[in-house]
Nanobody, 122 residues
Framework: QVQLVESGGGLVQAGGSLRLSCAAS????????IGWFRQAPGKEREFVAV????????YYADSVKGRFTISRDNAEPTVYLQMNSLKPDDTAVYYC???????????????WGQGTQVTVSS
């Protein structure tokens, strides 16, 4: 069992930055993965980025590549999503999730946080 808690969402103007946090507890393993997803109103939940729990492997959706950075603080059981150059299209509820194999399909993630709202104004 893994518990995930997101934080750091908020309201920001276009071009601004936010850093989301995902604090994990429970049975985590270094070769498993934490992913970030987002869901805008009326849209399906989509993949954003994923990192191996050990912190040495990352992968991004094309829509955020070069603007978002996923990272792991090895001193804390926390994964971060640094979001720069934010656009109104980035507005969504952001979720972190846990999986045993690196992939972009939400159905393969076993544990989910409650989500945090990110709103980017134009």
């Amino acid at each position: 069992q893994v518990q995930l808690v997101e934080s750091g969402g908020g309201l920001v103007q276009a071009g601004g930055s936010l850093r989301l946090s995902c604090a994990a507890s429970g049975r985590t393993f270094s070769n498993h993965y934490i992913g970030w997803f987002r869901q805008a109103p009326g849209k399906e939940r989509e993949f954003v980025a994923v990192i191996r729990w050990s912190g040495d492997s990352t992968y991004y959706a094309d829509s955020v590549k070069g603007r978002f950075t996923i990272s792991r603080d090895n001193a804390e059981p926390t994964v971060y999503l640094q979001m720069n150059s934010l656009k109104p299209d980035d507005t969504a509820v952001y979720y972190c999730a846990y999986t045993t194999e690196r992939n972009t399909h939400r159905d393969t993630y076993d544990y989910w946080g409650q989500g945090t709202q990110v709103t980017v104004s134009s």
